[in-house]
Nanobody
Framework: QVRLVESGGGLVQAGGSLRLSCATSGGTFSTYAMGWFRQPPGKEREFVAA????????YYADSVKGRFTISRDNAKSTVFMQMNNLKPEDTAIYYCAATKAPLLTTRTANYWGQGTQVTVSS
């Protein structure tokens, strides 16, 4: 059973930065495509970013392109997301997810973390 544990969330002012981490255990990290989703208050969970197994390709929601960067360290079994120029609308619970499929989507996600809160004040 794969276990995902997020960290790095918190309270930040608009324009600030945070770096989320997701440490994995219980599986072979390099065989999973990874990514991040978020759930804003009162809204449904939405896709944020994804990265393939090798780290060679990344994908982003339009709302975060140019501000967020996803990366992975297969040696440390960890995926990261650097979030810059944060906006109040980025406030959400951020979830790490993993899939055995080539690409992570809402449908292909097999494993989820417990989530970490990100709050951006205006």
């Amino acid at each position: 059973q794969v276990r995902l544990v997020e960290s790095g969330g918190g309270l930040v002012q608009a324009g600030g930065s945070l770096r989320l981490s997701c440490a994995t255990s219980g599986g072979t990290f390099s065989t999973y495509a990874m990514g991040w989703f978020r759930q804003p208050p009162g809204k449904e969970r939405e896709f944020v970013a994804a990265i393939i197994r090798s780290g060679g390709s990344t994908y982003y929601a339009d709302s975060v392109k140019g501000r967020f960067t996803i990366s992975r360290d297969n040696a440390k079994s960890t995926v990261f997301m650097q979030m810059n120029n944060l906006k109040p609308e980025d406030t959400a619970i951020y979830y790490c997810a993993a899939t055995k499929a080539p690409l992570l989507t809402t449908r292909t996600a097999n494993y989820w973390g417990q989530g970490t809160q990100v709050t951006v004040s205006s």
